[in-house]
């Protein structure tokens, strides 16, 4: 095979998949609608014009119109098919997909019924714990009840042995003070009932045998060179009595030893050993230390266990606390089990009913067309339910992509509202402060306009004054000049001439700078950034005040020199050209000049002078003479 | 002992000559003085004077006390305002009363300062108005008194100077007045002054003072003097105290403060 073979074949073997296949489908559909085919357009006019008139052609010939070509309706219920059929596959797999979770919460349920059965048998064991502990606790209980009953009856004995030994010593006493006599019958009677009363108390305790030879062997058998034999006691009651009556008779028959014989004696024959002997042999001080010591030891021993008794018995009250916190715990999971089963039982329900509701929503055409028989009816409702459904989904989906898109839209707005809020608090904060800075520097500003209007408006009246006088000066050149630096001048205070000094370091000079200095070492001392900002602008608006009255004594010096260049000027001029000039009116540029050579008279032209152009109008000729003059200017008047 | 009887007895021949009198009446201005500077050699009683002494004491006081001239009215005129400006300073309260010190003077207690930084400022400020007095540039003195804080002018104690047509020598060089009149008009003045506290608003902010001097035009000042400005108090209240005058100059007194204060 050559591989041309085989590429036939691989081209064979490959299928379109579905998507591709309905992509491919739709390009070439968009393709013919953009880049249609001549003879295609020509077709489908003559379709069209077909259609249009099909109906009356068809009435007129009696055709058919069914036979014409697939129509395109067919085709469009065709392709409407095949999306409804996509569109029934992705529900079943939707449904598929629902079952998956359905099987994962039913294996996550059977997961949690084994978890829940693992608890149950984890309480059951810790319950049978809990009993075995407690029966541990009686058993550890009772023994120590068993034990203490013991030492208290140990105790009883201990107690009688050492009265009896004590009177036994006592008897012995009176023994060796009497020389070994001893006559008195009463005597021997006190002597010898003490050990019966002893022996009489001693039959009274019921003690197991075992237990008395186990704790008596065990105390005393541990030390080297001592033998505890145990001599068993008379079992029945008659042997006891039986023994009470030989103690009796071996009271009565208390013979005094012999003298010779010594209590210290340690011959093999010794009376005093002897298991049959009288009481008082059991008394003797060799005998009594070795009992004193065993009974000692015996004491300790039992000591020793009953603290060891009482450890046990704690330890078995922990545990018993222990189980009781254990079933507590039990008792608990139980509870948060149950409510798990609730919560799954609940889960179950829903998803049942999910189910059913979905299985319902499915098959319910199969309800409505049960009735019917065709089956191609019933796919026919099926594909309509489907293609409602999916109408209904996309429009819902349209829907929710729109109020998605309309939501994002609105929060977007919304926090570009926020953050536009944001910037415009913060701007109208700073809007305020900036308000509140204008307000006050306002505030200050308007004060200042008003000293300055005040100022401005008394300067207004100095200059008027001084205007006044001006023109008088320029009136009347002959007025003399003391009258204008009169002292009594008090517009002015200081005229023209005169000057107003001062020393340069003065008192308040001084107050003044030392008040600065202490306001500075405040501000220093105590920096308030308001009350800082405060002197400081003082300071500044102190300064500029300064400044202005600088500059105000500059301009009124300037305005001195002005006036007195002009009077300078006129006076010049006055004496160059025998002319003097007056502007009585300088707005409307009139003037008035008069010859200086006719002193005394009043005769004057009145000239009116336009600024700017080389224009003089002669107004008026005024003369207190002859009427002639004024004829005689008569024609050059302009009026 | 016989040292001061030779000098006196040179001096009573001397006196015996017109030209003791030339000498007396051109190196004292009255002859008390003169007098006592005698005496002050002598050390003697006066009756040992010779007798001609006497007669000549009685002629020449009478010429010599009412006769002022520029510069002795320029003095006197400077002691006013060395008791006059303490005065106020002292009635005004600018300065703690143990800063100054009693003295009698014009037939008055007055008090002068006797704070150093003051005199400091007082003694110059007062030669270089005798200085000007005596120049007949002098139009007038202001003492200002402002509060330190706000430099608002509160008072002002204003002393117009008008001074005669005198020359410093030659022919009109003299005005004459009695001179016990013109320490009387003084004494008056400073009266006025002192009782004016009765009228003039407390000063409750704390104040200093600076003094104005207006002269003429052409008047050049000292190094450590600069022009001010004229220190005038808006609405201002004005009382007019007693005018005196030696004279040669008149002093016109008032004092101007602040109505709303």
């Not at chain 1, 002997?277 to 021993?301: F, H, V």
């Not at chain 2, 004491?57 to 400077?78: D, F, H, Y």
């Not at chain 2, 930084?117 to 007082?122: S, V, Y």
Request: charged fraction near 35%; glycine fraction near 2%; proline fraction near 2%.
């Amino acid at each position: 095979m050559n591989s041309d073979d085989d590429m036939i074949e691989e081209e064979d073997s490959y299928e379109e998949s579905e998507a591709t296949m309905i992509f491919a489908a739709e390009m070439k559909k968009q393709f013919k609608k953009e880049f249609p085919l001549k003879a295609e357009t020509e077709k489908r006019r003559k379709e069209e014009a077909f259609r249009r008139h099909a109906p009356k052609e068809a009435r007129k010939l009696n055709f058919d119109i069914t036979l014409s070509p697939e129509p395109s309706e067919l085709i469009k219920a065709k392709s409407d098919k095949e999306n409804a059929q996509r569109q029934l596959n992705s529900l079943r797999e939707e449904h598929e997909r629902l079952k998956e979770m359905l099987k994962a919460k039913e294996a996550k349920l059977a997961e949690k019924s084994i978890d829940s059965e693992a608890n149950r048998e984890r309480i059951l064991d810790l319950q049978e714990r809990c009993e075995l502990l407690k029966q541990e606790k009686d058993e550890t209980a009772q023994e120590y009840n068993q034990s203490l009953e013991i030492w208290t009856q140990f105790g009883k004995k201990y107690y009688t042995w050492f009265n009896l030994a004590s009177s036994q010593l006592d008897a012995v006493k009176t023994y060796v003070k009497s020389d070994g006599k001893f006559d008195s019958e009463e005597e021997i009677h006190r002597l010898n009932s003490m050990p019966r009363n002893m022996l009489r108390t001693l039959e009274n305790f019921d003690f197991e045998e075992e237990t008395v030879e186990m704790l008596g062997a065990g105390s005393v058998q541990e030390y080297d060179g001592v033998e505890f034999e145990v001599r068993r006691r008379a079992e029945s009651p008659e042997a006891v009595v039986e023994a009470v009556r030989r103690a009796d008779v071996s009271a009565a028959n208390f013979t005094i030893p012999h003298s010779n014989q010594t209590m210290l004696d340690d011959t093999a024959n010794n009376t005093l050993m002897q298991e049959d002997q009288t009481m008082m042999t059991d008394g003797c001080p060799a005998n009594r230390s070795l009992i004193d010591y065993e009974k000692d030891d015996k004491i300790q021993r039992l000591l020793l266990e009953n603290s060891v008794l009482k450890d046990r018995l704690n330890v078995s009250m922990g545990r018993a606390e222990k189980s009781m916190l254990m079933e507590e715990k039990n008792r608990t999971l139980e509870f948060e089990k149950k409510t798990l089963q609730s919560q799954l039982d609940n889960s179950f329900g829903e998803i049942e009913a999910l189910r059913i509701g979905r299985a319902r929503d499915i098959f319910k055409i199969d309800e409505k067309v049960s009735t019917e028989s065709d089956n191609s009816a019933k796919q026919m409702q099926l594909l309509d339910r489907i293609t409602e459904l999916i109408k209904k989904n996309n429009q819902l989906e349209k829907d929710f992509e729109a109020a998605t898109s309309r939501m994002t839209k609105i929060m977007r707005e919304s926090t570009d509202c926020e953050r536009r809020n944001e910037r415009l608090e913060d701007a109208f904060s700073n809007e305020r402060v900036k308000n509140q800075e204008l307000e006050r520097e306002r505030d200050e500003l308007a004060d200042r306009i008003a000293e300055q209007n005040e100022e401005v408006e008394r300067l207004k009246e100095q200059l008027e004054d001084v205007m006044n006088r001006t023109v008088k000066v320029a009136e009347e050149p002959t007025f003399s000049s003391t009258t204008l630096g009169a002292p009594g001048d008090k517009e002015t205070d200081a005229g023209d001439n005169t000057k107003i000094f001062h020393m340069a370091m003065n008192p308040f000079q001084a107050a003044r700078a030392e008040y600065q200095e202490s306001k500075k070492r405040k501000l220093t001392d105590a920096p308030d950034g308001a009350a800082q900002l405060r002197e400081e602008q003082m300071a500044e608006l102190e300064d500029r005040l300064e400044l202005v009255t600088r500059e105000k004594k500059v301009l009124e010096d300037s305005y001195n020199l002005h006036k007195d260049l002009a009077s300078k000027f006129r006076q010049a001029c006055i004496a160059l050209t025998g002319l003097q000039i007056k502007l009585k009116d300088a707005d409307e540029g009139i003037c008035t000049v008069q010859s200086e050579y006719e002193g005394g008279s009043d005769n004057h032209f009145v000239f009116k002078y336009f600024y700017g152009t080389p224009r003089i109008d002669m107004l008026d000729v005024k003369s207190d003479a002859s009427e002639e003059m004024i004829q005689k200017w008569e024609p050059l008047m302009k009026k | 002992m016989a040292r001061n009887s030779i000098f006196c007895w040179r001096v009573s021949r001397f006196a015996a000559n017109n030209q003791f009198f030339e000498f007396v009446s051109s190196h004292f201005t009255h002859f008390s003085s003169f007098f006592r500077f005698f005496v002050s050699f002598s050390h003697e009683k006066p009756h040992f004077l010779p007798k001609n002494l006497h007669k000549f004491q009685e002629m020449t006081e009478v010429k010599t006390q009412n006769a002022i001239s520029l510069k002795g009215s320029a003095q006197l005129v400077k002691e006013f305002f060395d008791f006059g400006l303490s005065s106020i300073l002292y009635q005004r309260g600018l300065y703690p009363s143990d800063s100054f010190k009693r003295e009698k003077k014009y037939g008055l207690a007055l008090f002068v300062t006797n704070d150093k930084k003051l005199e400091a400022f007082m003694k110059p400020l007062l030669k270089q108005v005798e200085y000007w007095l005596a120049k007949k540039q002098l139009k007038r003195l202001v003492m200002v008194i402002s509060e330190v804080k706000t430099k608002a002018v509160v008072e002002r104690w204003q002393f117009d100077i008008h001074t005669e047509d005198v020359d410093e020598d030659g022919e009109n060089a003299h005005r004459t007045k009695d001179q016990k009149t013109i320490q009387k008009e003084i004494g008056d003045v400073l009266r006025q002054i002192t009782a004016s506290v009765s009228f003039l608003p407390l000063l409750e902010e704390p104040v200093s003072f600076d003094v104005l001097i207006y002269t003429g035009k052409d008047t050049q000042a000292p190094e450590d003097w600069t022009e001010s400005e004229a220190h005038l108090i808006q609405d201002a209240e004005t009382v007019q105290l007693r005018s005196f005058s030696t004279a040669v100059h008149g002093v016109n007194t008032n004092v101007q403060y602040r109505s709303d204060y």
